[in-house]
């Protein structure tokens, strides 16, 4: 059968995989760097009744649910959906039934979506006071609330989150993009590029995509180089597509941690937690739970890898035959995205024992699949881009930048 650029395993149902542009920012600064993915989307319910701006949305794979900020607002009232982020930040929100226009690269017609999100009602971040979250009803309509670039969460993750209790008909919130299409959307991609040079400076840096859907060589684990399986789905599924719905929690697996290249006895723990999320601009490890007391030993083992050339090791159990499950293997630095290696003792997703939190880390320099369908995380390293791609990604700023500034008079923020 005759589908076009992208080809497709013969099935009762078709769907074409096309690609959404993803945007890199820095929200840090230039000398201690923090990166962020947004999207840019346009919510039907984020409106002054006549205009309904594109807006930059967080692109967070950590998160579950599309959390928007209304077009204005003068209060803080307490809404039906409650989450609580690793930043501090946290978000109350109404459901809000409403269409989510996102961009197709390489000029495609806009796609739309029409889904659950939550409006969010109330907003802070309790333990950073100086957060730009704290100020969000005066920086509405015209000024970003969300680390300055982004007017909501678009979570990714691949659970949901329900109403909170006693609400009437409860309905939970899912990630968009596993909604579009039908059946025969299996997944997606995410491509950032590699992770940004040193000094490229603040806001935004760089571009990426995320394609929804699968081609047919995707579909194929051994596509991969490697692949992480999935946790057992937990029964419900997205809308439209009918795919399955898992669990913030995405995988199980080993991960170590090597105080020197000729250590022979790594600090070693199994069967933890895996967290995909690119919405931490970092890897971090969280001895939570059963693993609390461990706290103290994944400290030292960290500090004695960063001093003596120490590596970490995260690695998910195996898809089926796949050869290797390899998520992360890295020597201990100090660059964010790339080899900076955190710990924390926060469990703002109740996990019972250890869980790692990949951060942004795990998807720079990869093209990283969901497969929903079969159940596994794919991994392939992609080459570094040669200066053309480099000029044509500047070309593709630039023009974003002058398209924002016109659509809704966004503009670009200094230091934070």
């Known amino acids: 059968m005759a589908v076009g650029l992208f080809g ?71 809404g039906e959906y409650s989450l609580s982020y690793a930043s501090g930040n946290e978000l109350s929100a109404h459901l809000s039934n409403t269409s989510v226009t996102f961009e197709v690269t390489d000029g495609g017609a806009p796609a739309s979506l029409q889904s659950n999100i939550g409006l969010i009602s109330s907003a802070s971040n309790p333990t950073h006071p100086d957060k730009s979250i704290n100020q969000w009803t005066e920086r509405l309509p015209n000024e970003a609330p969300l680390e300055k670039y982004f007017y909501g969460d678009f979570g990714m993750g691949l659970g949901s989150l329900p109403s909170t209790a006693n609400t009437p008909n409860p309905v939970s919130l899912f990630a968009l993009i596993p909604q579009f299409g039908n059946s025969a959307n299996a997944g997606f991609v995410i491509h950032l590029g590699d992770v940004p040079a040193s000094g490229v400076g603040k806001g935004l840096i760089g571009t990426g995509w995320v394609q929804v859907g699968l081609t047919t060589n995707q579909l194929e684990a051994s596509h991969w180089d490697a692949t992480a399986k999935m946790v057992t789905p937990s029964g419900e599924t997205f809308l439209n597509s009918g795919q399955k719905v898992y669990e913030e929690i995405l995988s199980n697996g080993t991960t170590s941690i090597s105080t020197s290249p000729t250590d022979g006895t790594p600090l070693t723990f199994t069967n933890i937690g895996i967290v995909y999320d690119t919405g931490a601009p970092n890897t971090e490890i969280h001895p939570v739970g059963a693993d609390a007391g461990d706290y103290s030993d994944v400290s030292q083992a960290l500090a004695d890898a ?23 293997d890295t020597p201990v630095g100090n660059v964010s995205g790339l080899n900076s290696i955190g710990l924390s003792t926060q469990n703002v997703i109740d996990s019972p024992a250890l869980y790692v939190n990949t951060g942004i880390t795990a998807f720079f320099g990869k093209d990283v699949a969901f497969n ?37 008079g966004y503009r670009r923020k200094k230091a934070l």
Do not use: H
């Open 372 to 408: 929903l369908q079969d159940g596994y995380v794919g991994f392939n390293t992609v080459p570094e881009p040669n200066s053309s791609a480099l000029f044509g990604i500047s070309l593709l700023i630039g023009g974003w930048y002058v398209i924002r500034r016109s659509w809704s």
């Open 8 to 78: 497709l395993r013969a099935q009762a149902q078709e769907f074409t995989p096309f690609r959404i542009p993803l945007y890199i920012f820095n929200v840090g600064s230039e000398d201690a760097p923090q990166y962020k993915v947004g999207i840019n989307l346009q919510v039907g319910s984020v409106t002054d009744g006549s205009n309904t701006p594109w807006r930059m949305y967080e692109f967070d794979t950590g998160g579950t649910g599309f959390f928007a900020f209304p077009y204005s607002a003068t209060e803080n009232t307490q």
């Open 306 to 328: 960063l001093a003596n050339g120490g590596s970490f090791s995260l690695i998910g159990q195996p898809y089926e035959a796949s050869n290797d499950s390899t998520i992360l």
